[in-house]
C-alpha cells in the first residue's frame, strides 16, 4: 500500500474540510430587507420565520458602504468590498450629468462572481433580476435592467435574457403573457415580486440549477414611498414572504428541496427621513458648480440616497477640496448636524470608490438630494438608505435553511461580504480572495 505524505494528508484533509454540503443553493434578496421582518411575529412573515426556526439566522447584517442595492448585491456574489469588484454606486458617476444609466452590465464587475465559479465548475445556474448581470456567465438568464426613462422593460428583456428565447418561454410555462404593468411597480401593485417568484419556479423546476439568485425589489419600493412601515410595506413584505413560499413549493415538486439550501438575505436597512440637505446647491453658489454640461465645475456631489461623494475634475485639487471641507464647515450648527464628514482614510478602510475625495453621511431623518438649485435644506418624506453602514437601522438581514445549515445558528453580527464564501463553501466551490469568511455556527458540522 503506497504511503501517505504529511502533506498528502494535509491536503486531503483541507479538501473534506470544504466538501460540497448542498447539491444547489437558492440565493434570494428582498431589498430593503430588515430583522425585524423575522423577528417580529406582526411582520407575517410566516415561510421566513419557519425557515428561522429551523435554520440559522443573524441578529444584523452590515451593509457596504453606499447601503444600496447595486454595490451590496455585488458583494454577495463576490465577497469582496465597492473598492475591489468596481460597482460603486446604483449608477456610474458621469462628470456631464447623469443620463439614467445604471450599472446593469456583468462586465463592470472586476473580480471573479459566484456566476464564474459555478460555471468554472461545470455546474448550472439561473436568475430572476439581480443586479448587474446583464451578459453574466448565466445558463438560465432574466436579468435586472430596463429602458432609460421608461417603466415598460418588456421590449427590451426579450433581447437580453439568456438563451434569447427564455423571456418568451417562462411566459409561455410560468406567468402568462405579461402586460405592461406585470413587470413594474407602480399603483399600489406587488405583482412584480410575485413574477420574479413565479420565474424563479419555473427555472428551478424545469432545469434543477446548482445555484439560483432572484431579487425581489417592492419591500424597498414602498419602503421609499412610506418609510420604514406602513400598509403597502407590510403587503410587500408579506408578498415577499409569498414568494419564499412559492421557491419553496417548487424546489419540492422539483424533488431536490431536501438537498437544497435557502438564503433570503437583503442589501441595506431603511431609515424614515423628514429633511433633505443638498450639498450641490452649496457648491453652486460658491463657483465650485457651474455647468457640468458644458465641464465648467470643479467638484460635484453624486447622491447616494443618505450619502453623496464628492468628486473633484482634477483628483489633486486640494484646494478645492479644501475649499468645499470650509464651506460645509461653515454652515450654520443646525445645518452642520444634519450631516458628518467621511474622509478618505475612511473611505479606505470601508472599501468604497478610490475615486472619491471625500463623502458625507446624512444622520437619521435626513436624506441627501443631488441638485444643484432651488432651497440647500428642504421637506421630505418616506424613506431611504444609502448611509454609512455603522448603525443598527441601515442593517439588512440573514436567515439561512436546508442542506449544510446548522440547526439553531445563531450570529450575533455579520457582512454583506460573508454570503459569497458561504456559498462558495456549501456548493463545494473555488472563490479566493474575499473580504468576506464563512459566519461561524452557520453551516452544520
Known sequence: MKKITGIALLLIMGCASYAQKAAHVVLITIDGFRPDFYTDASWGMVNLRA?????????????????????????????????????????????????????????????????????????KSANVIWPVSVGAPIDYNIPDVWP????????????VTNPVSLWQEVQEHATGKLGAKDFTMEDEEMILDENVARMSAYLITTYKPAFTTLHLPCTDHYEHEQGRDGLLVRKAVAGADRALGTIIEALKRAGIYESTTIIVTGDHGFVNIARSFSPNVLLAQNGLLNNVKTGDWKA?????????????????????QQKVIALLKALPAAEQRMFRIISRKQLNEVGAD????MAISAVDGVTIGGGTTGELVRAAEGGTHGYFPDFKQIQT??????????????????????????????????????DGKVPAGVIAK
Open 51 to 123: 425557515m428561522k426556526d429551523s435554520g440559522a439566522y443573524a441578529d444584523g447584517v452590515n451593509s457596504v458602504f453606499p447601503t444600496v442595492t447595486y454595490p451590496n448585491h455585488t458583494s454577495l456574489i463576490t465577497g469582496v468590498t465597492p473598492a475591489k469588484h468596481g460597482v460603486y454606486y446604483n449608477t456610474p458617476f458621469e462628470p456631464n450629468g447623469a443620463t439614467g444609466v445604471w450599472y446593469f452590465y456583468y462586465d463592470s464587475i472586476k473580480v471573479p462572481t459566484l456566476f464564474d465559479a459555478v460555471h468554472k465548475a461545470g455546474k
Open 354 to 357: 478610490p475615486h472619491a475625495a
Open 300 to 320: 460635484q456631489f453624486l447622491s447616494s440616497g443618505g450619502s453623496a461623494f464628492l468628486h473633484l475634475k482634477d483628483p489633486k485639487d486640494m484646494a478645492t
Open 148 to 159: 432609460i426613462g421608461k417603466k415598460d422593460r418588456r421590449e427590451l428583456m426579450a433581447t
Open 397 to 434: 438581514g440573514f436567515v439561512a435553511s436546508g442542506a449544510g445549515i446548522a440547526p439553531g445558528g445563531h450570529v450575533k453580527e455579520m457582512n454583506v461580504t460573508d454570503v459569497a464564501p458561504l456559498v462558495a463553501q456549501l456548493l463545494g466551490l473555488q472563490l479566493d480572495n474575499t
